[in-house]
């Protein structure tokens, strides 16, 4: 994991931003900035927030030093893409930039890419190859290089990529950082210069789980500046399962890795199972054939739609790698370029097949960590390797959190990727909390309806599956006040039916507090059988949520339980 300076300390933001600047001198790696604001500048934004927080305002993350990579926008500095001759001065800021900003976050500056991002390497920049945080030698990954790279040196708190191939994931396996890839859209892409723009999602790079998914969860939302953001559906699943089903791919689709990545990768899949994960081998290569599309098919024509034009003037600062790419992009066909999206969209289909009754594919991030002289020597069929795994996502509308797995036997980083279709992104958060031994997930999706539960539905019990199905997030233990009171019915299988009788009338009967979607609270109700129902529960803290209650009818001819004050606590008594 990085070292350097810790993490954020909003008490004193000003502290911090020094603390920042005595960093980028003491690790002097001017390859990672392309725009680095003044000192006293952002000092200055630090003490007027040290001024609010003193007045007692609310900022999620006040203090949060963030470095934003140089393809997306931040007013007042120059957005290059990483070509001197492209480069112009934005009068707004992205969207997203704009909400971590609000949110009480600084920007540091404007960091290094592989030029337009077009790469995976980090060094295909007339700005210099950014090299690796822990070894110098080696490639910092890209094309979001800078941006990781100034959070694994310990100067940023955040750093904020791009992600079209995997870009906000390879240079996070590389220094055993954290980067996540929300679902397509959700972090609007407005301000940012596009690869593929049907393709490219805005990412964040974090030393921990938690600051990634915090920030992402401030930049997340719809943007009407950009015609592809998109809103959290009414179905999404709010939580893993306790025992998620993981797919992983089959020895022979892993013949890419490298021998220590292999066996690093075997000890990842135990370590995953050792947290009550279900783990099945299958057969990835539908999802692998798919990723050649984005750089072998017609999909590229993309990229020469953003930048094809400019390139043809043949700037001086172009790196040919990257304007051979694009250029070579000009002679795909529309007819190609329509039949490699049918292509998608069958491939599509059968990876929503492949992956049926999974909650995530668990993948290697990628295949090796070349040198900056090997990529030099062979900078296509290397860079081609290292988006083995990732080049798919985008392309099948998938997210991706990518975390650090186990090392390899001589000690190097090496990564991994929990990948789920879309807008599931909260159940791979959850996985990979679970794989970095983290207590509590943090929330990306806070949203839906509370529903308190008081029998079958409660964990260990015959129906809580439907819960888990439905993608419901367990809250805590909760009590109702004392005005409700609790019966045995005569069901298949066995329920307590609540009931209201008044202030005073009852007792406070024990269950649980879960979260689950809108829509999978009207699936609940679509499909509840009789004597159950709906309603309001007023809990013992004074809230009102949605619970399930019965008839009374029902209840008038069950038996009388409410002395034992719990269901759980019925049964145990009854057996």
């Known amino acids: 994991m990085p070292s350097g300076v810790p993490g954020n300390t909003a008490a004193d933001p000003v502290a911090r931003v020094a603390a920042a600047y005595r960093r980028i001198a003491d690790v002097d790696r001017p390859e990672v900035w392309i725009s680095l604001r003044p000192q006293p500048e952002v000092a200055a934004e630090a003490a007027g927030l040290a001024q609010r927080l003193a007045a007692g305002e609310t900022l999620p993350l006040a203090g949060v030093l963030v470095a934003v990579k140089d393809n997306i926008d931040v007013a007042g500095l120059p957005t290059t893409a990483a070509c001197p001759e492209f480069t112009y001065l934005p009068e707004a800021t992205a969207a997203a930039i704009e909400r971590l900003v609000a949110a009480g976050a600084l920007v540091l500056g404007k960091t290094n890419l592989d030029q337009f991002a077009t790469g995976l390497v980090g060094t295909r920049s007339p700005y210099g190859a950014v090299r690796n945080a822990l070894d110098p030698e080696l ?46 859209g959700v972090i609007p892409a407005h301000g940012t210069v596009p690869a593929c723009a049907d393709y490219d999602a805005v990412t964040v790079f974090a030393a921990d789980l938690d600051s990634a998914v915090s920030a992402a969860a401030v930049m997340a939302g719809p943007e009407p500046r950009d015609p592809r953001s998109r809103t959290w559906p009414a179905d999404v699943r709010l939580a893993a399962p306790l025992a998620p089903r993981i797919a992983v791919p089959r020895p022979e689709d892993l013949a890419p890795l490298t021998g220590p990545y292999r066996e690093a990768f075997a000890r990842t899949v135990a370590a995953v199972a ?128 990518a975390v650090p797995g ?21 159940v791979a958060i959850d996985i990979a909390a679970r794989l970095l031994g983290l207590q509590n997930a943090p929330l990306l999706v806070d949203r839906g309806v509370d529903l ?7 964990r260990g ?8 199905h439905l993608g419901a997030r367990f809250l805590g233990a909760v009590r109702t006040s004392d005005a409700y009171r609790l019966t045995a019915l005569d069901t298949t299988p066995p329920k307590p039916g609540l009931v209201r009788y008044g202030p005073g009338r009852g007792a406070p009967i024990e269950g649980e507090l879960f979260r689950i979607s809108a829509a999978g609270l009207g699936a609940f109700l679509a499909e509840l059988p009789a004597p159950m129902a709906l309603t309001s529960v007023e809990l013992a803290d004074g809230r009102d949520v949605v619970g399930f209650t019965c008839t009374y009818d029902a209840a008038a001819a069950a038996t009388d339980i409410t002395h034992h004050a719990s269901w759980r606590t019925y049964l145990r008594h009854r057996s």
């Open 139 to 184: 490639v910092s990954g890209g094309s979001s290089s800078g941006s990781a790279v100034a959070v694994a040196l310990g100067i940023a708190d955040i750093g904020i990529g791009t992600d079209t191939a995997g870009s906000g994931r390879v240079p996070a396996a590389l220094h055993g950082i954290v980067g996540l890839k929300a679902t397509l």
């Open 274 to 401: 050792d947290t009550g994960a279900k783990t099945e081998e299958v057969d990835v290569s539908v999802l692998l054939d798919a990723a050649l599309l984005l750089y072998d098919g017609a999909i590229v024509a993309e990229r020469h739609a953003a930048v094809g034009a400019f390139l043809a003037t043949e700037p001086a600062g172009a790196d040919p790698t990257v304007a051979a790419i694009i250029g070579a992009a000009r002679e795909k066909s529309g007819s190609a370029f329509a039949a490699d999206l049918d292509t998608l969209a069958r491939a599509k289909a059968a990876a929503a097949d492949l992956l049926r009754g999974f909650d995530a594919l668990l993948l290697p991030t990628t295949t090796e960590h070349p040198s900056i002289a090997a990529v030099r020597a062979d900078p296509i069929g290397i860079n081609r390797r290292m988006g083995t795994y990732t080049n798919f996502c985008n392309l099948l509308d998938m997210s991706a959190v």
């Open 406 to 426: 186990a090392m390899t036997t001589d000690g190097a980083p090496f990564g991994v990727m929990l990948v789920t279709p879309a807008f599931a992104d909260q």
């Open 452 to 458: 308190a539960v008081f029998g079958a539905h409660l």
């Open 461 to 468: 019990q015959p129906l809580h599956w439907q819960l888990e």
